[in-house]
């Protein structure tokens, strides 16, 4: 992900890129500087819980400096704005994954059926060059009625009631950032 703070990769400049601003005591408008954009990419990109004084430690710089330019680079709505934009990638790799694996999934069920069927005529050809013709017993034609079924039904999306287990996946739009509706604060 570290690509997505290159500021030439995108034709508007997102919330995490550098920033600019007024400065109020000039009223002069100021570009965030490298080293302070350093550090809001390591705030950025830490993983579980972030913390300033975490970056102040991998930089060698004080808390307090971290945590004037978090404040005075609105670190806090462009890292929301970073985590908002990340979650909506990864929601949309899962998806693509996930529609590859149906896909493949279903080409492998595809080719086991002709692999079966071609079992099944080899089996009957050769019954028929031995001149023995043995014709499926009753529960063997309900059997293979239940499998061609369960099959059909499980391929085109059904639930099947007999399985040992199945995963279900919903995936939801967010439409507020998550640390909203799980309460999540960050330092400052």
Same mark, same amino acid.
């Given at each position: 992900?570290?690509?997505?703070?290159? +500021?030439?990769? *995108?034709? @508007?400049?997102?919330?995490?890129h550098? /920033?600019?601003?007024?400065?109020?005591?000039?009223?002069?408008?100021?570009? !965030?500087? @490298?080293?302070?954009?350093?550090?809001? $990419?390591?705030?950025?990109?830490?993983?579980? $819980?972030? *913390?300033l004084?975490?970056?102040a430690?991998?930089?060698?710089? *004080? %808390?307090t400096?971290?945590?004037?330019?978090?404040?005075?680079?609105?670190?806090?709505?462009?890292? $929301?704005?970073?985590?908002?934009?990340?979650? +909506? %990638?990864?929601?949309v790799?899962?998806?693509? +994954?996930?529609?590859?694996?149906? @896909?493949?999934?279903?080409?492998?069920? %595809?080719?086991?059926q002709?692999?079966?069927?071609?079992?099944?005529?080899?089996?009957? !050809?050769?019954?028929?060059?031995?001149g023995?013709?043995?014709?499926l017993?009753?529960? !063997?034609?309900?059997?293979?009625?239940?499998?061609?079924?369960k099959? =059909?039904? /499980?391929?085109r999306?059904?639930?099947?009631?007999?399985?040992?287990?199945?995963?279900? %996946?919903?995936? +939801? $739009?967010?439409?507020?950032?998550?640390? !909203?509706? =799980?309460?999540?604060?960050?330092?400052?």
């Amino acid at each position: 992900m570290d690509d997505l703070f290159d +500021e030439t990769a *995108s034709d @508007k400049p997102l919330a995490w890129h550098r /920033t600019s601003a007024i400065d109020p005591a000039t009223g002069k408008k100021t570009i !965030e500087s @490298k080293p302070a954009h350093d550090a809001f $990419r390591i705030y950025c990109q830490q993983q579980g $819980r972030r *913390s300033l004084r975490n970056v102040a430690q991998e930089l060698h710089k *004080s %808390v307090t400096l971290l945590g004037r330019w978090s404040v005075r680079w609105n670190w806090q709505e462009r890292v $929301r704005a970073y985590d908002h934009f990340v979650d +909506e %990638v990864e929601t949309v790799a899962f998806l693509s +994954e996930r529609k590859a694996m149906a @896909k493949r999934q279903a080409r492998i069920g %595809v080719l086991g059926q002709n692999i079966a069927t071609a079992g099944l005529v080899q089996i009957q !050809e050769q019954l028929q060059a031995a001149g023995q013709q043995r014709p499926l017993k009753i529960h !063997e034609l309900a059997r293979l009625l239940d499998v061609s079924a369960k099959l =059909e039904r /499980t391929n085109r999306g059904e639930h099947d009631p007999d399985a040992v287990a199945s995963i279900i %996946v919903h995936i +939801e $739009r967010q439409t507020s950032p998550r640390y !909203e509706t =799980e309460g999540k604060k960050f330092d400052a």
